[in-house]
């Protein structure tokens, strides 16, 4: 007998680029799709190959149609630290689950995949002649293969000390491949209208798996730029709607943001980006309107909130006033009625966004947004909070040596009440980002100490 829990073993071999993201990604979509995350590994660190146990193969394919952080995944059949082991394990492996990929009149192919090193095609075969000792009655087809099988190598994460032999050696049949190609065939490069800060579509896809977007959802980001956010929830179905407080962006007005090219063509706007992909029927509508002002009627919801807000870096932080907002000392004109732009404070931003966000989502309903961060003042008590928000995820993006980024997910697990009963949120750690351009100058006080550093060493 198997030992438990092997028939439901699989083997996620994942991408190793934005390692942080990951769990979250995978944690999130196994919850969309009705699974539920269990391992017998405690941590995954760094590595790119994960065993889970997963309900069943339906939810495990389900599962690859949407993350862009794993490649593949595979039944596992067997894993060990050394080639015995290995075997040993494909021994206990029950018979009746192989039959049915390895009978009379079937055919197959097996792979081999090695993480940090090479190896030779006579290695390769070698490998491949040792496990003969399998029920293997079908034929080989190297083109198309009705079942594939890999074996898969860890030589752990160091390129400069490879060792002889490999850490790890699983062995499985494939069942699916994630959705890597996305991130090229939704590439900013390739997009028809694009602005200074345009979310690359890796992250794009992230965040809208962080959401747990899904089909007929509909999706809502305040801060909506050029609208790269609705494109990755429209992809899996969602229908999207935007706002933001610049005009011209939301109109495809004025500069372009593309090199050699000096203004925006007449066609250059989100719906036209939506188009360019095919999703234009999932596009509700954008308008112009300032996020510290919801306009919405009471009763509006969302089943989930996707946005990247601005930081005063590239992008101004602003918000619409009256005429009695405005500082003191900066002349008025008591007879306008035309509102004016005025600063919008991070902390203010925040506040704002979690409180809306408290009261337009769905219960259950997720807001995944980007936090600025000074790396060398930040703790998790930082991070925003909300009574009836709870936090999900957090993870770092490094924008530089001292500034990185942070994707909080977070998830509405309470109804909201009376938007004046939480006024007091605005405490101590909303407060860190008080000051209209405190992060902009935290950000560029590195880059200044930089240049300083380097003109000194060039006078030396």
Known sequence: MAPPGILNRYLLLMAQEHLEFRLPEIKSLLSLFGGQFTSSQETYGKSPFWILSIPSEDIARNLMKRTVCAKSIFELWGHGKCPEELYSSLKNYPVEKMVPFLHSGSTYKIKIHTFNKTLTQEEKVKRIDALEFLPFEGKVNLKKPQHVFSILEDYGLDPNHIPENPHNIYFGRWIADGQRELIESYSVKKRHFIGNTSMDAGLSFIMANHGKVKKNDVVFDPFVGTGGLLIASAHFGAYVYGTDIDYNTVHGLGKASRKNQKWRGP??????????????????????????????????????IITDPPYGIRESTRRTGSQKEIPKGIEKCPESHVPVSLSYHLSDMFFDLLNFSAEALVLGGRLVYWLPVYTPEYTEEMVPWHPCLKLISNCEQKLSSHTSRRLITMEKVKEFENRDQYSHLLSDHFLLYQGHNSFREKYFSGVTKRIAKEEKSGQE
């Open 267 to 304: 066609d250059e706007n989100i719906r036209a980006n939506l188009r360019q992909y095919g999703l234009e029927k999932y596009y509700l509508d954008v308008l112009v309107s300032d996020a510290s002002k919801p306009s919405w009627r009471k009763g509006t919801y969302f089943d989930a």
